[in-house]
């Protein structure tokens, strides 16, 4: 099976490199952070991973989840 989108989770300098270098390679990514940086070249949005909502909201966002959270 083939990943055509992948959400990562965290966009600290992990999370963004990770990210930005799916991009690159022609994946669709989604970024999901508490508090995202700005100017990334794919959608990011706001979640707060202690809401029922959101996690479902980030489980249903691609075929796949990077975890780049801290510890």
């Known amino acids: 099976m083939a990943l055509d989108s992948i959400?990562?989770?965290?966009?600290?300098?992990?999370?963004?490199?990770?990210?930005?270098?799916?991009?690159?390679?022609?994946?669709?990514?989604?970024?999901?952070d508490a508090n995202p940086a700005k100017d990334l070249p794919f959608p990011v949005e706001v979640v707060d991973l202690k809401a029922a909502a959101d996690i479902d909201k980030v489980s249903r966002a691609a075929d796949a989840?990077?975890?780049c959270l801290p510890y």
């Open 7 to 32: 959400a990562v989770l965290g966009l600290g300098k992990v999370g963004t490199l990770a990210a930005r270098l799916l991009h690159e390679c022609g994946i669709a990514v989604t970024g999901f």
């Open 65 to 67: 989840v990077l975890s």
